[in-house]
């Protein structure tokens, strides 16, 4: 059995080297890491020589490299060679500047990697009343608040990184800008700063602007890794950044606002909306119609006194309290909606949608979704593929047109219109008309009140389950073709057997309000009140089989199968 080798002193001195490093940066001392990576990257080629030199010394062997060695310095030279190239170009800036979510917070690496100097510069220009105002600018923040009228005030802080000596050096090369501009279409004042003038071997550094003008006036921003900050000013605003944060509040006109990567917080504005972002959006208390293109971040709406437009993918959305109509389509995005004073429609596909407290009517379009519904006021109208559909306390009508969509009611005052296939159907406390049909699944409801319109429920492969009010006057007329009927309702007739069907037709109280009452291959069951699972015929245990169907070929997505149960 071969000796046991000792391990090398390469790893440790390393982390103690690395370890050394980062203490004296907290206490201000050394070079900074970003210089460290893009120019002294070869001390590690150094301390990989001192570790096999201390080898060979304490172990008193002759020198060896392994071949996981060399790859690894080769390895080494190629990432370090190509680390130094970065750090000289656009690129470095790029990854420096690229936000990452700690916790619920946006964070810079360029932030807290290196060495950083600040330097102010403060001008300002004579404004013509009518002018629109246009700032340029990236790598920096830009902030807007009114001023004085018929002025621009500008303050630019310049954040350079590096040394000391370089910081100076380069401050008073970069510098403000302020002129008109004039194009066929529309001339504007034009604020920015000489960046794309400056080589970039000149070093990197940040423009950030304070800008004060006309509280009345148009403004359009275009920044870049910069976050842009517009406070109480009324006009027209076309806004775009991408990567930070986009920030309005308190201001009037009309809102045209891109953001890409970035967080978006919108609030207290008068006017109409439009939003793309790429990133988390917070948006409350708006007098307008709002319009937004949300992709793969949270988007959140409360307060909207006006209509409201979505087109969502991925992620989720969620909204409270508009008084507009709402339209949303979500790919693959949960929805939320509570407190909608007006109509409401949706598309939705793989995801929650949650929907509570709409005073009007509903209009859901989806597949593969879990779908909940409360407290609507108005009618209901559901085309479905897959779904699981749960609802309560509504006061409209409900009208389902599915496959393969199992169902769930509640305490449903209007009448209801189901047609479905491959899941259970479930109405409690029925309280007007209902018409249902299902294939491969059961069917139970409980009728609370008898509408004038009726009941017809029909079924095939499935069971129907029917409790009816104490004391109703109706006219029965119940088929099972190829199973049983059982009638627990007192009044009404014994069934009667017609070859492979059994048939009950009967007249109760007087008659009164048509049931109908069609299955095959299964039972039916009839009772006074609420229904009480279980009987002789029909025990609470039933003996389940699969069967694999296939339920469509979808254009988007491919083949889907769909496996149900079926009872025996």
């Known amino acids: 059995m071969s000796a046991r080798h000792r391990p090398s002193l390469l790893g440790a001195l390393l982390w103690i080297g690395f370890?050394?490093?980062?203490?004296?940066?907290?206490?201000?001392?050394?070079?900074?890491?970003?210089?460290?990576?893009?120019?002294?990257?070869?001390?590690?080629?150094?301390?990989?020589?001192?570790?096999?030199?201390?080898?060979?010394?304490?172990?008193?062997?002759?020198?060896?490299?392994?071949?996981?060695?060399?790859?690894?310095?080769?390895?080494?030279?190629i990432v370090g060679s190509a680390i130094t190239k970065i750090s000289e170009t656009r690129v470095a800036r790029f990854f420096r500047d690229l936000p990452v979510e700690v916790g619920d917070t946006s964070i810079q690496p360029g932030q807290w990697i290196g060495d950083s100097y600040s330097y102010t510069e403060e001008a300002t220009y004579t404004?013509?009343?009518?002018?629109?105002?246009?700032?340029?600018?990236?790598?920096?923040?830009v902030s807007v608040a009114p001023g004085r009228e018929g002025e621009i005030h500008v303050r630019l802080k310049k954040v350079i990184y590096g040394d000391e000596a370089r910081a100076r050096q380069m401050a008073p090369q970069i510098r403000l800008e302020g002129s008109q501009l004039k194009t066929p279409e529309a001339s504007w004042f034009v604020i920015k700063t000489n960046r794309d003038s400056l080589s970039p071997q000149e070093g990197m550094f940040n423009t950030d602007l304070e800008v004060m003008i006309p509280k009345n006036s148009r403004l359009e921003i275009s920044?870049?890794?910069?976050?842009?900050?517009?406070?109480?000013?009324?006009?027209y605003l076309d806004l775009k950044t991408t990567h930070r944060k986009l920030e309005v509040r308190d201001c009037t006109g009309t809102f045209n606002l891109t953001n890409r990567y970035g967080e978006s917080r919108l609030a207290n504005l008068n006017g109409n909306v439009t939003l793309t972002s790429r990133g988390k959006a917070y948006i409350e208390n708006i007098t307008g119609d709002v319009t937004i293109n949300s992709e793969f971040s949270p988007l959140e709406i409360y307060h909207v006194k006006g209509k409201v437009s979505l087109l969502v993918n991925e992620n989720g959305v969620h909204l409270e309290d508009i008084t507009g109509p709402v339209i949303i389509e979500a790919r693959g995005a949960r929805v939320k909606a509570a407190n909608i004073r007006d109509n409401l429609r949706i598309t939705a596909s793989y995801q929650s949608v949650d929907i509570s407290d709409v005073a009007a009517n509903i209009w859901l379009d989806s597949r593969f979704a879990a779908i909940s519904l409360q407290d609507i006021k108005g009618n209901i109208e559901i085309n479905s593929n897959s779904d699981r559909v749960t609802a309560g306390d509504l006061e409209g009508s409900f009208k389902l047109?599915?496959?393969?969509?199992?169902?769930?009611?509640?305490?449903?005052?209007?009448?209801?219109?189901?047609?479905?296939?491959?899941?259970?159907?479930?109405?409690?406390?029925?309280?007007?008309?209902?018409?249902?049909s299902n294939e491969y699944a059961d069917i139970s409801v409980t009728?609370?009140?008898?509408?004038?319109?009726?009941?017809?429920?029909?079924?095939?492969?499935?069971?129907?389950?029917?409790?009816?009010p104490a004391n109703a006057s109706f006219?029965?007329?119940?088929?099972?073709?190829?199973?049983?009927?059982?009638?627990?309702?007192?009044?009404?007739?014994?069934?009667?057997k017609d070859g492979n069907a059994v048939i009950l037709r009967s007249k109760v109280g007087g008659g009164g309000p048509r049931v109908v009452l069609e299955t095959m291959y299964d039972n039916i069951r009839i009772e006074e009140g609420r229904l009480h699972k279980g009987s002789p015929d029909k025990p609470n245990k039933k003996e389940k089989i699969t069967v694999d169907i296939d339920l469509f070929q979808d254009k988007d997505y491919g083949l889907f199968r769909q496996d149900t149960t079926t009872d025996l």
């Open 19 to 77: 370890g050394v490093l980062f203490l004296l940066r907290n206490f201000g001392i050394g070079p900074s890491f970003w210089s460290i990576a893009g120019r002294y990257w070869p001390i590690l080629l150094i301390l990989l020589g001192l570790g096999k030199i201390l080898d060979y010394c304490l172990k008193k062997e002759t020198f060896s490299i392994r071949i996981g060695e060399i790859v690894g310095i080769f390895i080494l030279l």
């Open 127 to 141: 404004l013509d009343r009518s002018l629109p105002v246009r700032i340029e600018n990236s790598y920096g923040a």
């Open 223 to 235: 920044n870049s890794f910069g976050e842009v900050s517009v406070f109480e000013i009324n006009g």
């Open 401 to 436: 047109n599915g496959r393969a969509t199992s169902v769930k009611l509640d305490d449903i005052r209007g009448p209801v219109d189901i047609q479905t296939s491959l899941k259970d159907v479930a109405v409690k406390n029925l309280q007007d008309n209902c018409s249902i």
């Open 447 to 468: 009728v609370e009140t008898l509408g004038k319109g009726g009941i017809a429920i029909r079924n095939r492969n499935g069971a129907i389950d029917l409790a009816l």
């Open 475 to 496: 006219i029965l007329d119940a088929t099972a073709k190829n199973g049983q009927l059982e009638s627990r309702y007192p009044g009404l007739e014994p069934p009667r």
